[in-house]
T-cell receptor, first 113, second 112 residues
Framework: NAGVMQNPRHLVRRRGQEARLRCSPM?????VYWYRQLPEEGLKFMVY????????ESGMPKERFSAEFPKEGPSILRIQQVVRGDSAAYFC???????????FGPGTRLLVL | AQSVTQLDSQVPVFEEAPVELRCNYS??????LFWYVQYPNQGLQLLLK??????LVKSINGFEAEFNKSQTSFHLRKPSVHISDTAEYFC??????????FGQGTRLTINP
């Protein structure tokens, strides 16, 4: 059973460009969570999604960030008009049910030049 | 607000020595507690978890943690560490059983 997949593993963008981060949950998991790890900091929750629904986006910045988890395909975290402060590692996790253990992907390391 | 505190940002120990990584939580409701380990440039791996039942939980590689409700702690221990245990360790609990709230992390460095 493949684990949580994230791609790309590394992404370099210039200021003002868009970044798209993809997450494929473990097979059988319909709950996806995105977390951000800034340099030298712990992980901070961003958003929790189920298929086609955003359940909790209390950790998402108000502007430029959006997330989706369509019926078919991976979950996407989209950052528009990136700034240097967006440079971080973005981790996706999935679980089969809301109260079940979350399993993490390897992360996408975003560098904004 | 609910929070998780890891009291030590870095812990250096010698190989084969015992180690304790401290974690305190502040939730007043039922909690699920976790320890995750992050090796350099990798994602997080679940080390162990407390959901209910026995307050002492163990991992397959010799780590254990004890849930202490009166002290609101969930410290991680290992009686004898190995070089391969060098990593960053994150304590976390759940808020509303949906999102994880993480501590700042403790960097464990094993010296030969």
């Amino acid at each position: 059973n493949a684990g949580v997949m994230q791609n790309p593993r590394h992404l370099v963008r210039r200021r003002g460009q868009e970044a798209r981060l993809r997450c494929s949950p473990m097979k059988g998991h319909s709950h996806v969570y995105w977390y951000r790890q800034l340099p030298e900091e712990g992980l901070k929750f961003m958003v929790y999604l189920q298929k086609e629904n955003i359940i909790d986006e209390s950790g998402m910045p108000k502007e430029r960030f959006s997330a989706e988890f369509p019926k078919e395909g991976p979950s996407i975290l989209r950052i528009q008009q990136v700034v240097r402060g967006d440079s971080a590692a973005y981790f996706c996790a999935s679980s089969p049910l809301p109260q079940e253990t979350q399993y993490f992907g390897p992360g996408t390391r975003l560098l904004v030049l | 607000a609910q929070s998780v505190t890891q009291l030590d940002s870095q812990v250096p120990v010698f190989e084969e020595a015992p180690v304790e990584l401290r974690c305190n939580y502040s939730s007043s409701v039922s909690v699920y507690l976790f320890w995750y380990v992050q090796y350099p440039n990798q994602g997080l791996q679940l080390l162990l978890k407390y959901l209910s039942g026995s307050t002492l939980v163990k991992s397959i590689n010799g780590f254990e943690a004890e849930f202490n409700k009166s002290q609101t702690s969930f410290h991680l221990r290992k009686p004898s560490v190995h070089i391969s245990d060098t990593a960053e360790y994150f304590c976390a609990d759940t808020q509303g059983a949906q999102k994880l709230v993480f501590g700042q992390g403790t960097r464990l460095t094993i010296n030969p």
